[in-house]
């Protein structure tokens, strides 16, 4: 049976999967996005997190950069230079040994009590994903019931600007 025609080479490539965080500096205009960033009204910054193989990141830089509404595209994961974190809140409930168990495991990773009944916390925790990943696990037994994530946010160090 004929195979269809492809324009691409049909080779077996076993390119390692990676995660990226991109920051996009965008027009701030209706559809784009709405809040302002960098002191300028007419600029916003989205921040994506995406994985693929080192090929697909880079098609999909190359498509953000031919987008009309971006201004620039920065690989912030390839800079070495940014610092990325992520807020969560997390519900548990829980009574007893369940509920100090929480507590002092709230303790050791910083994460603050925002809400708390007889029954019931509510914990927000700030760090990178990974931390927050390992917070959530920890807390499933104990009785976990909700978590709400905003997604990374980053930035570059030192004194420059995107």
Known sequence: MNQPAS??????RHDPIEAHTLSVLVQNEPGVLARETENQKHVSRITIVTTGTPMVIEQIKHQLDRMVP???????????????????????????????????LAEAFRA??????????????????????????????????EVSRTGVAAIGRGAEGM
Not at 7 to 12: I, L, N, Q, V, W
Not at 71 to 93: C, H, N, P, Q, W
């Open 7 to 12: 324009a691409y080479f049909m080779e077996d």
């Open 70 to 104: 971006v201004y620039r595209v920065v690989d912030m994961t390839l800079t070495g230079r940014s610092i990325e974190r992520e807020l969560a809140m997390v519900k548990l409930r829980g009574t007893g040994e369940h509920r100090v168990e929480a507590l002092r």
């Open 112 to 145: 603050r009590v925002i809400d708390a009944t007889t029954e019931s916390f509510v914990f927000e925790i700030t760090g990178n994903s990974a931390k927050i990943n390992q917070f959530i696990d920890l807390m499933r037994p104990l009785g976990l019931v």
